[in-house]
């Protein structure tokens, strides 16, 4: 047992900057706050590594302002490889084209369903801003799509193409295009997005996804990384699928876990960044952190201090 790290008051005027926040937050010692200035000072390190940087999530936070930070962050190629799900491309798509909208978590769910929106936590989201135009502008593009490209592609090579074919530079996928930045996503099918490619498929048989080739260019990514770190919002497949590739190269170098899930369901949401070592998906000697708590707070914060 050791005293020798004091805690220190936090000192907050009106010109203390984010990173001078965060760095108080490692010294005040106590809770979430200490946690997440260790969860820089991981990230910080990670970002001066020389290796592959991993960021995974989940597609609500981009229904929300954070898709704002997660833009910014790609723009800034702070990270090497995107993983996430269906619902992220759903999202930031639909909003390049339309609006989401200020809700409520104690909203009238039946008289909302009954007005055509839908609730996400306390952000409603308008039929018109979701599912009906995804088909409007997506159909269109998918066939313009396979014209130049051809009939099948990976997950990854269809991502770029949308991302190319949007001129808003407010979208995650148009800076991922534009910086070639891979977003992979394992659960493809689980979304608008995924649904639109089945519309598509229906009456284009000869259409399909190599899902494969998205396997072998992550294969790719990681055994030929030195080092690799990610930064993990949430949980489910995105964080699976991250942590699982990088078990074969010993695991993850540098690891910050974002979650509010607990543990003692046996979830992997809820798993803390030490389980992951037993697997071999975190490596024995690696920086890490779990962080418990909301995104949307965290990883402005977090990511704040490299913009």
């Known amino acids: 047992m050791s005293m020798n790290k004091k805690v220190e008051d936090l000192n907050i005027d009106g010109d203390t900057t984010i990173s001078e926040l965060i760095s108080g937050y490692q010294n005040s010692g106590g809770f979430v706050a200490k946690k997440v200035g260790l969860s820089v000072e991981i990230l ?3 970002f001066q590594t020389d290796g592959t940087n991993f ?9 929300t302002g954070t898709r704002g930070v997660l833009k910014e962050a790609v723009k800034r190629e702070l990270f090497d490889v995107i993983i996430t799900t269906c619902g992220t491309l759903d999202h930031d798509l639909a909003r390049v084209w339309e609006d989401y909208y200020h809700g409520s978590f104690d909203a009238d769910d039946k008289e909302l ?19 009906e135009v995804l088909e409007e502008k997506m ?19 269809i991502i770029w193409e949308f991302g190319k074919r949007i001129d808003d530079k407010d979208s995650i996928l148009y800076w991922a295009a534009e910086n070639e930045i891979p977003i992979y996503v394992p659960g ?12 598509y498929w229906q009456k284009n048989k000869d259409f399909s996804l190599d899902l494969m080739k998205d396997e072998e260019e992550l294969s790719r990514e990681v055994f030929s990384a030195d080092k690799s770190g990610a930064l993990i ?10 942590i699982w590739w990088n078990q074969f190269k010993d695991g993850l170098d540098h690891a910050v876990y974002v979650t509010t899930a607990v543990e003692y369901d046996g979830s992997l949401s809820g798993a803390r960044a030490e389980e992951a070592i037993s697997w071999g998906k975190i490596n024995e000697k690696a920086d890490h952190c779990t962080v418990k708590g909301d995104a949307t707070v965290l990883v402005p914060l977090m990511l704040a201090n490299f913009f």
């Open 44 to 46: 910080d390190e990670m």
């Open 113 to 131: 369903h009954e007005k055509d929106v839908n609730r996400l936590g306390n952000i409603f989201i308008p039929n018109s801003s979701y599912g």
């Open 139 to 157: 159909q269109p593009m998918i066939e313009d799509i396979v014209e130049e490209k051809g009939p099948s592609l990976s997950t990854r090579e």
């Open 233 to 242: 919002v949430g949980g489910g497949i995105s964080k699976h699928h991250t």
């Open 188 to 199: 493809i099918t689980d979304g608008a997005f995924g649904f639109q490619l089945w519309m």
């Open 55 to 63: 960021l995974s999530f989940p597609a609500a936070i981009v229904s």
